[in-house]
Structure formats: C-alpha cells, structure tokens
C-alpha cells in the first residue's frame, strides 16, 4: 500500500458487479513536468501486433479475451441455462462478471504500461487516426478490435501527455 500525496477531501466505497471493493479518493496534487527532449514517435497500430513505431519497435498485445474465449462461452453458456432470481444464477453471474473483470484488468494495465514508457520517452507522438466505432460495425474484426482497446490507448495518451506536458 503506497501513501497518498495529501490529505484527501473525499473518500468512496465503490463496488463493482463482480463483488469487488474499491477506494477512491480525492487528493491534490502538483503535476510534474517532465524534461523536454527531441525524441519523437509514430504510432501504427495493427491487429497481429498491437503497435508498431516509427523506429522499428513492435509491440505485441495481451489480447486477453482470445486466449480465454473457451471459458467464457462455458461462463456464458452456464449462466445463460440458469433461472433468473435464483441463487445459482446469482452465482453465475457473478463468475461471468469476474471473468470480464479480469479481463478488463488485464487490458487496462497493459494499455496503462505502455502509454505511460510512450509519454516519458517522448516529446511528440503521432497516432494513426482510425475510425475504431466504424470499423467494430465489422462483424469479422469487431471481436479483435474490442479485445485490444485502441480506443482507450488513444485517450490514455492523450489525457496522459496533457498533464504532463501542459
């Protein structure tokens, strides 16, 4: 448990439908500005390998949900064979609302890491500029897209260099 910056003005209790808890609290704080440096990235991002720069570097997805998508059609399946209400389909649920958490966790952390070595590295940072909702419409790459998170790299790194470079 790391200590928090200041005294917070304000705590929740968060609970998610996994049965989880959280904490969040409210704390001020000073954003450090990072040194300016000349280097600059291009970002492509792909399917096969999540991002490739401009240097040459690739970068290769967790895809968490492709590696798991057995278990959770056997979640799925099982809550789905359950009667709504009862204790068992409460069950059940709870086990499908654990597996997407995971799941979520696992994306999350990954899409954390890699926008944050991005922004402390560099100074400029050009994205490739999709379409992400337009090309989800597509019913044979909709699975793979949503499994990478493009979207939520992209805001990442752009509320992430606001406040640091600002």
Known sequence: MRKL???PSSVTVIKDSANRYFLSFVVEIK????PK????VGIDLGIKTFATFSNGTKIDAPKPLKKRIKKYRKLSKSLSNKTKGSKRYEKARVRVAKFHAKLKDTRTDFLHKLSTEI???NQTIVLEDLNVSGMVKNRK????????GW?????FVRRKSRKVWS
């Open 5 to 7: 910056p200041s005294e």
């Open 31 to 34: 954003p450090e500005t990072l």
């Open 151 to 155: 979207r939520q790299f992209r805001t």
């Open 37 to 40: 440096t000349d280097n600059s």
């Open 119 to 121: 922004i402390c590295e």
């Open 141 to 148: 790459l909709s699975r793979a897209i949503s499994d990478l």
